[in-house]
C-alpha cells in the first residue's frame, strides 16, 4: 500500500504565507490521485478544504488554494488567521480505494 | 441537507466483534451516485480509511483490515453498518462514517467534495 508523507508541523505568523506538501512513495502525485485536503480542529470531525486538487469546498476561505508543485500536492494559505490553527490531512486516491491519508501536519498560527 | 449520523456500542472487548451503524438523511444510500465509507482515527493520531463502497457496485477494503472487516447496507433504513471482528486495544478510535468524494454516472466517475459525521469514539477495554 502506499505511503503519503506530509510535514509534521509548520508555523507560520498571522498574515503571512504557508505551504503544506503532500507527497507520495509511488512516485510524482499527479491529478489522477485526486488530491484532497482536510482541515480539522480540535474535537472536530474533519472537513473538506479542497479536493480534486484545487477545488474548494463551499466553505473553504479564498486564502488557501490547492496545487501540484515539485512532484506534490500542495495547499497553500496566503494571510493566516488565528482560526486557521488546526490539523490539515491530505487524501490520495489509488483506484477506486479512495483512500491513503498523510499523517497530517499540524499547523501554528504564532 | 445532507446528514450522517454513526451509532452504536462505545464500549467493545477485546476479541469480540465492533459493531456501528451509519444513519443517512438528505440523500438515498440506493439511488445515490456516490461512494459511501468509513473512516477511522485513533486519539491522538491520524486518519485510517478502513472501506467504501457504491451501492450497485464493488466493496473496497484497506488490506491492512479486509480480513476482519464487512461494511453492508440496509436500503429500507438508510443506513450502512460496520463490522470489526476480533478487536484489540488498537481498533479503540473515533469512527466516522462519509459520504466519500466521488461519484459515478454510467461507466464515468468524478470527484467531488466529502461529507463526513461527527464521529462516535469506540474503546477496546476489558
Known amino acids: 500500500q502506499a505511503v503519503v508523507t506530509q510535514e509534521p508541523s509548520l508555523t507560520v505568523s498571522p498574515g503571512g504565507t504557508v505551504t503544506l506538501t503532500c507527497g507520495s512513495s509511488?512516485?510524482?502525485?499527479?491529478?489522477?490521485?485526486?488530491p484532497y485536503w482536510f482541515q480539522q480542529k480540535p474535537g472536530q470531525a474533519p472537513r473538506t478544504l479542497i479536493y480534486d486538487t484545487s477545488n474548494k469546498d463551499s466553505w473553504t476561505p479564498a486564502r488557501f488554494s490547492g496545487s501540484l508543485r515539485g512532484g506534490k500536492a500542495a495547499l497553500t494559505l496566503s494571510g493566516a488567521q488565528p482560526e486557521d490553527e488546526a490539523e490539515y490531512y491530505c487524501?490520495?486516491?489509488?483506484?477506486?480505494?479512495?483512500?491513503?491519508f498523510g499523517g497530517g501536519t499540524k499547523l501554528t498560527v504564532l | 441537507q445532507l446528514q450522517l449520523q454513526e451509532s452504536g456500542p462505545g464500549l467493545v472487548k477485546p476479541s469480540e466483534t465492533l459493531s456501528l451503524t451509519c444513519t443517512v438523511s438528505g440523500d438515498s444510500i440506493s439511488s445515490s451516485t456516490h461512494y459511501w465509507g468509513w473512516i477511522r482515527q485513533p486519539p491522538g493520531k491520524g486518519l485510517e480509511w478502513i472501506g467504501n463502497?457504491?451501492?450497485?457496485?464493488?466493496?473496497y477494503y484497506n488490506p491492512s483490515l479486509k480480513s476482519r472487516v464487512t461494511i453492508s447496507v440496509d436500503t429500507s433504513k438508510n443506513q450502512f453498518s460496520l463490522k470489526l471482528k476480533s478487536v484489540t486495544a488498537a481498533d479503540t478510535a473515533v469512527y466516522y462514517c462519509a459520504r466519500r468524494g466521488r461519484y459515478c454516472i454510467g461507466s464515468s466517475c468524478y470527484p467531488d467534495v466529502e461529507r463526513w459525521g461527527q464521529g462516535t469514539l469506540v474503546t477496546v477495554s476489558s
Open positions: 487524501l490520495l486516491s489509488y483506484g477506486s480505494a479512495l483512500g491513503v
Open positions: 463502497f457504491f451501492y450497485s457496485g464493488s466493496t
Open positions: 509511488t512516485g510524482v502525485v499527479t491529478t489522477s490521485l485526486y
